[in-house]
């Protein structure tokens, strides 16, 4: 691996989605939209400081994953990454490289989406704000991470937009955005322990809530972050240099 | 021909026994070549005869089934030879949502050839009026060439390049192989493809495929004596017709 190589890809991906300020647009402003559709709808009552957090978990996490996998899925295809892969270039270098671009564009969609739910949706963090953003910030780089490695198992736009369905919404669901986790039947509670939402949600969730202390928190980011960094490495795998 | 005959110090690349499968059928059955260094190497043949297979092999992006590749004195796809090789690849592998510039300079920062090889990749390829702009509202002829000038970065020993001259001008594909052949004076060895016959007479030696076989391996002007064709393309009719009737009787009878 190789510092130049992986920040030049970096500032390569910025560069393209700078070229298309639509694509920025979007993922700021869809997941405020969402979050201020939910604030709406729960506008009579309390449920918004339970449902509020989770939101900030499950959006970000779905627009990186998908823009993401699109992305990356592209590269794939257009013959650029063949290209890439007959240079002196590490696989590391290109899947970490893509990674910190994103995680780029995920600290800036966080911060509009925390922002935007506690000071314009009236969302009330009880715990610590900063380690409210580290959270949010683990939960997207995750689902940048995942998003990178289901682009290698899709060979058209449309397979990488069915893993949404597939990969994410399950993960959703088991990681208590309808039911609170302890209320899941038991085999579907432990099925939620193994996946790699449910860490961020239960971090974000329990930080707003401020139900756990720092130390738990951060344990659960870790084992976050090491899903990603574990996707990462399979994304890494997946790269070939030699195709049939 | 007794073993290591091919190895001439004055060959870049080295095939022997070369076989690859793809889809389930060998493209390339069993392929022997050399190719000779300094010089401009026309890989001929029509569309779909394995010539881009073996362009991969020898880049080394091809996953082979058998026999070696030797690149530059290395076994192909060796970790060295990425900085030494300069591939173009059929379709033209660049972003559509960079500028040219930012294109050639993002590959240049991946090869860590200097600055100033910018201006001159872009200027040897004629792309200077449009460097500020973005490759997706460019035509196929420019993309291609920006796709070449990408290539021709960090000048290469090795340049392999698959159809370069595909829908570009004449003019300018008059252009492009005195660039081949002034590249090839400066001491590069060019392995360049096309499935327009009447290119081969641009080339100091033509390599003939046709069916993942070496259907002729030689100059263009020996290769019309020995052939006694007009030109390149009834040579490779007459080529045609001359393994097929030496295959057999069986061959002949088939309708």
Known sequence: ?244 | MPPGAARHPTTVVDISDLTVRRGGRDVIPNLTLAIPAGQVVGLLGPSGCGKSTLIRSIVGTQRTRGGTVTVLGRPAGTRSLRHRIGYVTQAPSVYDDLTIVQNVRYFCRILGSSRGDIPRVVETTGLEPVQDRLVGTLSGGERSRLSLAVALLGRPELLVLDEPTVGVDPLLRRRLWEMFHDLADAGSSLLVSSHVMDEAGRCDRIVLMRDGGVLADDSPGALLTTTGAADVEAAFVALVGASASGRGSSQDASP
């Open chain 1, 1 to 244: 691996m190789n510092a130049r190589r992986t920040l030049a890809t970096t500032a390569r991906v910025l560069t393209q989605i700078r070229h298309d300020p639509r694509t920025i647009a979007l993922l700021v402003v869809v997941p405020c939209f969402l979050i201020g559709l939910v604030a709406w709808i729960f506008s009579n009552g309390r449920a918004f400081q339970t449902i509020g957090p989770a939101m900030i978990a499950v959006f970000p996490f779905i627009v990186m994953f998908t823009v993401t996998s699109v992305i990356t899925l592209r590269e794939r295809r257009s013959g650029t990454l063949e290209r890439l892969l007959a240079l002196p270039l590490a696989k590391a270098d290109f899947i970490v490289g893509y990674a910190l671009a994103f995680a780029l564009l995920a600290a800036i969609q966080v911060t509009a989406a925390v922002s935007f739910a506690v000071w314009v949706c009236g969302l009330t963090i009880s715990g610590d704000v900063l380690l409210f953003f580290a959270a949010a910030l683990t939960d997207a780089v995750l689902g940048t991470s995942l998003g990178l490695l289901v682009s290698a198992f899709a060979t058209s736009e449309f397979q990488a937009v069915q893993f949404l369905p597939a990969l994410v919404f399950p993960q959703i669901l088991l990681g208590g955005l309808f039911l609170p986790r302890a209320q899941l039947p038991d085999v579907l509670h432990a099925v939620g322990d193994w996946l790699p939402l449910t860490h961020t949600m239960d971090a974000i969730s329990a930080v707003a809530a401020d139900s756990h202390g720092t130390g738990w928190v951060l344990d659960e980011l870790a084992v976050a972050a090491a899903y990603a960094v574990g996707a990462l490495l399979l994304g890494a795998l997946t790269l070939r240099r030699r195709t049939p």
